[in-house]
């Protein structure tokens, strides 16, 4: 049964400071990774998907890595703003029909 | 930008009564599902639909849950006889079934149950 979990749970940093959202899943057999942005009360937005025959995607200031054999995901920020104070959801695609979440981090990035 | 519908935004309802949550997916998107979000808990799979029937589903989504597609372009979930329980955000979410595998969101119902 494949589980997601998100580390840390909270951060919190002073604008301009470049991040690390980690994420680790505990079956390697996954068909992609997604990252999501969630706002407070609101839906996901999809960041970045990096599917399992690729190392990392790239998306403006955003930068997903993805190491199946480990099972961990990264999503990097660099020179993070206030605006970019979210919830960050990873999900694992396990090839089937359904795809599991993590807890998410809670960013806040303080002006 | 294309994206996923859904109606209501916000559902109060008395515990035992029916609910419907309507959502619209996007046009060209053959993968349909539903996910459920309990206030500060993880985002939970429901249930998945394609070819007008259920591929996937999760133990959450018991007897007292149905989807169903009525026509081209709707896609809704029925709980039957609403718990307490149920109270959560429910977001529909629909994938193109080609390519990357993509999920795009609604921006969700909150269903609270009285």
């Known amino acids: 049964k494949q589980e997601v979990t998100q580390i840390p749970a909270a951060l919190s940093v002073p604008e301009g400071e470049n991040l690390v959202l980690n994420c680790s899943f505990t079956?390697?057999?996954?068909?992609?990774l997604q990252w999501f942005r969630q706002d407070p009360g609101k839906g996901l937005t999809s960041l970045l998907l990096i599917q399992s025959s690729q190392r990392e995607q790239t998306s403006g200031r955003l930068n997903a890595s993805l190491d199946k054999s480990s099972g961990r995901s990264t999503l990097y920020i660099a020179a993070s703003q206030p605006g970019d104070s979210a919830t960050y959801l990873c999900a694992a695609h396990t090839g089937g029909f359904k795809t599991i979440f993590g807890a998410g981090t809670r960013l806040f990035v303080k002006a | 930008e294309p994206e996923v519908t859904q109606t209501p935004s916000h559902q109060v309802t008395q515990m035992g009564q029916e609910v419907i949550l309507r959502c619209v997916p996007i046009s060209n998107h053959l993968y349909f599902y539903w996910y459920r979000q309990i206030l500060g808990q993880k985002v939970e799979f429901l249930v998945s639909?394609?070819?007008?029937?259920?591929?996937?589903k999760s133990e959450i989504f018991d007897d007292q849950f149905s989807v169903e597609r009525p026509d081209g372009s709707n896609f809704t979930l029925k709980i039957r006889s609403t718990k307490l329980e149920d109270s959560a955000m429910y977001f529909c979410?629909?994938?193109?079934?080609?390519?990357?595998?993509?999920?795009?969101f609604g921006e969700g119902s909150r269903l609270t149950v009285l």
């Open positions: 979410a629909s994938s193109s079934g080609t390519g990357t595998g993509e999920l795009f």
């Open positions: 639909f394609y070819n007008n029937e259920i591929s996937e």
């Open positions: 079956d390697s057999a996954i068909y992609n």
